[in-house]
């Protein structure tokens, strides 16, 4: 079942001359699926979370949350998703419970029910014990752990999360990432989005690839890595023959492309590094000449963003 279907979303800032934020965006999000949306800043990620969330107007398109139109039922809509925005927002001199209590009361919660759901939160957000801390004693994964539990409370059937890992440790990135696999199998479906293209890969079986207010690619790993040729790179160095192994390498089979050695160092581009492997060596060591150096390395979301782009992602 689509939870989420997006059809052709677009805003504009201040029309007619503002900036097209978002432009003809369309997906769908599957119910119990984590959905990654991934784009280098300005890509207009926090836009289309926006609209999705309606805090923002789109100028064209439609968008249906959990069967409820964007523009037509945004009370109903808002009534099912939890929203972690980009910036954090927290009341420092409060301890990370009164927050949660405090925008409970926001959602209309009270009494023994408030309190019951602020201490399963903060359990699901591992703060039990720091919980009548102040806010302004924690640390950034910990504030960030806040925000996410604030948007539980009203136990939500979408959550959507804005870029949750940007500027905190490690170590609260690594909880933060197991938490929402956590909730996702307990049935969250989730919109995230990210630059890091490390961490769609790790939550998110489908994501979409935005630039510039646009969808560029969407599909499984598998899916856009195929976008460049599904080709391992394979960069090694020879300590000698290597003008005459490129010559041999390029005839192996699955090797699509063999690099003009440069220093001994020679790159090759190949199907199937596996099979491929040994058969590298022993030609090297028929011409008498030793691999003295090898790195491969598998064919990743940075290679199609800067594939279908022409840029890096993290420009
Ligand atoms: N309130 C606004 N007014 C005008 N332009 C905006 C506004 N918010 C975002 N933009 C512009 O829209 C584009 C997309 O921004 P945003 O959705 O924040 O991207 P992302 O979240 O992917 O970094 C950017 O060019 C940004 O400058
Ligand atoms: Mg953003």
Redesign the pocket.
Known sequence: MKAIEVEGLRKQ??PPK??V??DGVSFFIEEGEIFSLL??????????ISMLSCLLKPNGGTARVGGFSITEDPAKVKAQIGVVP?DIALYDDLSGRENLVFWGRMYGMRGQALDTRVDEVLELIGLTDRQNDRVDKYSGGMKRRVNIGVALLHKPRFLYL??PTVGIDPQSRRSILDGIKDLNAAGMTVLY?THYMEEAQELSKRIAI?DH?KIVGLGTHEELVKIVGERTRIDLKVDSAAKELSEQWRTLEGVSDVSEPQDGGIRILAMDAGSLMPRLFETARTAGARITEINLAEPNLEMVFLHLTGRALRD
């Not at 784009?39 to 289309?48: M, Q, R």
Request: charged residues 20%; aromatic residues 4%; glycine residues 22%.
């Open positions: 800032f201040d503002g900036a934020a978002v784009g280098p800043n300005g890509a207009g990620k926090t836009t289309t980009q804005d870029e989005t935005m207010g």
